[in-house]
């Protein structure tokens, strides 16, 4: 059974920065799948991006890359996602997934554990 955590939400400017931590209750990210989500209201969940297991280098997706990355330390068991240079668009909860197997998989049906979610509202 894998417990995921998130922590560093919060209320930030537009062309501000915030970073999210996720913090695994063993050392998940070298044998799972590991992605970031969001939700915002009135939409559904969509990827953010995430690291595939046994796979170097973290994939993000087109609305986010060049102003997020994603990074974990050295023991696997925390997963960051910097945000910088956010937009009113990002607004949104936040939420760490993980998933057996090597797909990064955009559904989020797709992973069975999930943290409980931070709050990131960018204002203007």
């Known amino acids: 059974q894998v417990q995921l955590v998130e922590s560093g939400g919060g209320l930030v400017q537009a062309g501000g920065s915030l970073r999210l931590s996720c913090t695994a209750s063993?050392?998940?990210?070298?044998?799972?799948?590991a992605a970031w989500f969001r939700q915002a209201p009135g939409k559904e969940r969509e990827l953010v991006g995430g690291i595939r297991s046994m796979a170097s280098g973290p994939y993000l997706t087109d609305p986010v890359k060049g102003r997020f990355t994603i990074s974990t330390d050295s023991a696997k068991i925390t997963m960051y996602l910097q945000m910088d240079r956010l937009n009113l668009e990002d607004t949104a909860v936040y939420y760490c997934a993980a998933r057996l197997g090597t797909a990064l998989s955009p559904g989020a049906r797709d992973y069975g554990y999930w943290g409980q979610g931070t709050q990131v509202t960018v204002s203007s």
């Open positions: 063993r050392s998940t990210f070298s044998r799972y799948t």
